[in-house]
């Protein structure tokens, strides 16, 4: 099988179609001798947050000497983003033989595009003889296809906030009870200290997190903020987020926890150089700066609005590029976001489920009565007006989706 002919499995497979449950992922892994079971994981849920904390925690295990797998969803542009090892994505040839052992193992084509990425994901990191990997769940946590690891080294929940209510519940604590869902008996908790968290009734050894990492200045330009551990230790971090203090904490929990010794050097080797592009990446083109965040949930757009609040571009004008999509609640997501946006450019996320912007350009109107909005034809032709544009603001954002933040990167030429 070729690159693309696995590419075209994925495609038939449909993104969008979601079927939640452990028991065909149990059996298909059985088939291929339970490569899941070969590396031990740490397990990563949260309605937002869980990338960032995935990303730390593999890029310090990195710098500890061990060679560490990643798993994470979605991606921006290329799916083998979602598999890597040692910050390598995996190679399309490895792609390519994964899906056609997977495929084996699945003649009766029971599994979803998740599912299979889900199984190649665990035969590279099984193949590659990984020290350790670190999963992101996909949706939820309980019946998440990632939750057939049995005893990870340790289980974190990030945050819990309104999305996907569909599949995982309509209140926070239903909510809850789906991520926590990942949370092992005898294998160690870890989560912030919310109130929902602590009137869910949870398993697990619980390591609870009550106050984010400090920062201490940020590097705006730079794209890095300083922050302070309790141990009075401070770190450079090389993301961008109010946030991301919060995640620093929960993944230097989770690793203490785990009991897997990790240096200093490795902490500070490890957070100063974590890549996670498309939130709050500040690129600067010329004399105009760019600002993509897929901020694309309630939750998601509390933090970007927090963030861009706090930062020297939000005392300029700006153009607000924007699109979502269609099952995400939209008037939560511009509810924070409302009192910056001035001007609007309303464009469709590359997503089948992205809201058409005739749509949405009536929840902007109604949530920012006094912007203005127009709306163009894709992310790309957007972005380049801004760029060409020499009355236009210096500064834009990018936000609403992740769709939407891989195609202005792609725009850009920075991915």
Same mark, same amino acid.
């Not at 912007?371 to 007006?385: G, L, M, N």
């Given at each position: 099988?070729?690159?693309?002919? #696995? ?58 000497? %061990? ?36 495929? #084996? ?39 998440? #296809? ?10 974190? =929940? ?44 949870? $398993?697990?050894?619980?390591?609870? =997190?009550? @106050? ?33 203090? %919060? ?5 230097? @929990? ?7 010794? =990790?240096?200093? %050097? ?15 990446? @500040? ?19 509390? #933090? ?5 609040? *706090? ?36 464009? %469709?996320?590359? *997503? ?20 203005? =909005? ?40 920075? $991915?």
């Amino acid at each position: 099988m070729t690159f693309a002919a #696995a590419l075209a499995v994925l495609e038939e497979r449909q993104e969008t179609k979601i079927v939640l449950g452990l028991g065909r992922v149990r059996a298909h892994l059985a088939a291929l001798g339970d490569p899941h079971l070969a590396v031990p994981a740490f397990h990563v849920a949260g309605t937002n947050g869980k990338g960032s904390t995935c990303a730390m925690l593999a890029s310090v295990l990195t710098a500890s000497g %061990r060679r560490t797998g990643l798993f994470i969803s979605p991606h921006l542009l290329d799916v083998r983003e979602r598999i890597t090892v040692d910050g390598r994505k995996i190679s399309e040839a490895e792609f390519a033989r994964l899906m056609t052992r997977a495929l #084996a193992a699945d003649k009766k084509k029971h599994l979803t595009y998740f599912e299979l990425l889900t199984s190649i994901a665990f035969q590279h990191f099984a193949a590659k003889k990984c020290a350790v990997m670190v999963l992101e769940t996909g949706l939820g946590g309980r019946l998440d #296809a990632t939750n057939v690891v049995p005893a990870p080294l340790a289980a974190i =929940v990030t945050s819990i906030g309104y999305d996907h209510q569909a599949y995982l519940g309509e209140t926070l604590a239903a909510i809850a009870r789906q991520k926590t869902g990942i949370f092992k008996a005898d294998r160690p908790a870890v989560r912030p200290d919310l109130p929902v968290l602590r009137r869910a009734a949870l $398993r697990g050894r619980p390591v609870v =997190v009550r @106050a984010p990492w400090k920062t201490l200045r940020t590097d705006w330009a730079r794209g890095r903020q300083t922050l302070r551990a309790p141990s009075g230790r401070s770190y450079a971090l090389s993301l961008l987020g109010s946030r991301q203090g %919060r995640n620093a904490a929960l993944a230097r @929990a989770a690793i203490e926890a785990s009991g897997l010794e =990790v240096s200093e %050097r490795a902490w500070t080797l490890g957070l100063s150089r974590v890549s996670w592009p498309g939130r709050f990446e @500040a690129i600067r083109l010329g004399g105009k700066t760019l600002i993509v965040d897929g901020g694309h949930n309630p939750e998601a757009a509390g #933090a970007l609005a927090a963030t861009w609040k *706090s930062s020297p571009f939000s005392r300029r004008p700006a153009r607000w590029i924007m699109g979502i999509m269609k099952d995400k609640d939209t008037r939560g997501v511009l509810s924070p976001l409302a009192p910056f946006i001035k001007e609007a450019v309303l464009v %469709r996320p590359p *997503s089948p489920r992205a809201l058409d912007p005739l749509d949405f350009a009536e929840h902007v109107r109604r949530a920012a009565p006094k912007a203005h =909005v127009t709306i163009e034809r894709d992310p790309a032709t957007a972005i380049a007006a801004w760029r060409k544009d020499k009355k236009s603001p210096k500064v834009a954002v990018c936000a609403g989706s992740l769709y939407l933040a891989g195609a202005a990167l792609k725009a850009v030429g920075k $991915r």
